[in-house]
């Protein structure tokens, strides 16, 4: 029995399988997780990544493997977040990303219970928004395209949740471990 479980990558095939555990066995969180952005491609590969795993119902994306050695910085190491460094490890420009991923979630969260939408709405509005606010290509086409066009939905998102002028709140989500059904468990489980 777990609360939360883990993915290794985003599939359509890996959601079904989540969606048909919560049918089949009630709330449960998931994540996915494997690497940052190679060093040469552009770091808005991660966060579509996270997007896409959040709109596809993760609880959150976990990289592996995040703190580098000594020699991380020569090799150009997929995997390092955080470089060591003489007074504790500093963070990689790509450890930026995830923490744009993670406001630009915060932002689709708060706008979902402000304008009752649920992940597959916001996704779908997202995505014209993005596309709206410049064409933005992944993979290293027209990076630069592309930060301005997360960049500039970031800002709409903003100015739609401050014309709502919601109250404070000190949580959007509910951080409630979901429950189990104990009496679902086989017999040969129970004491």
């Known amino acids: 029995m777990t609360n939360i479980e883990y993915y290794g990558g985003s ?21 996915e997780y494997g690497s940052a952005n190679r060093i040469d491609a552009p770091n808005t590969d991660i966060v579509d990544w996270c997007m ?19 020699e991380s910085r020569q ?22 990303s995830f923490t744009a991923a993670q406001q630009m979630i915060e ?3 708060m706008a979902g219970v402000l304008y009752d939408m ?16 410049g064409q933005a290509g992944k993979n290293g086409e027209n990076v630069e395209s592309r930060v301005t066009a997360l960049g500039q939905a970031r800002q709409f998102l903003g100015k739609m949740i401050a014309d709502k002028t ?12 979901p429950g189990q ?9 129970k004491k």
């Open 52 to 70: 896409d795993a959040w709109f596809r119902g993760a609880f959150g994306a976990l990289p592996w493997n995040t703190i580098g050695t000594p």
């Open 11 to 31: 599939s359509d095939q890996r959601s079904r399988f989540a969606e048909n555990r919560k049918l089949l066995h009630g709330p449960f969180y998931f994540a």
């Open 118 to 133: 649920d992940r597959w709405d916001l996704k779908q509005w997202y995505v014209q928004l993005v596309q709206a606010a």
């Open 107 to 109: 932002y689709l969260t």
């Open 75 to 96: 090799r150009a190491e997929q995997t390092t977040l955080f470089y060591p460094g003489p007074d504790g490890p500093y963070p990689s420009m790509r450890l930026k």
């Open 166 to 177: 919601p109250v404070y709140r000190r949580s959007w989500v509910s951080w409630e471990t």
């Open 181 to 189: 059904n104990m009496n679902k468990i086989p017999q040969t489980f």
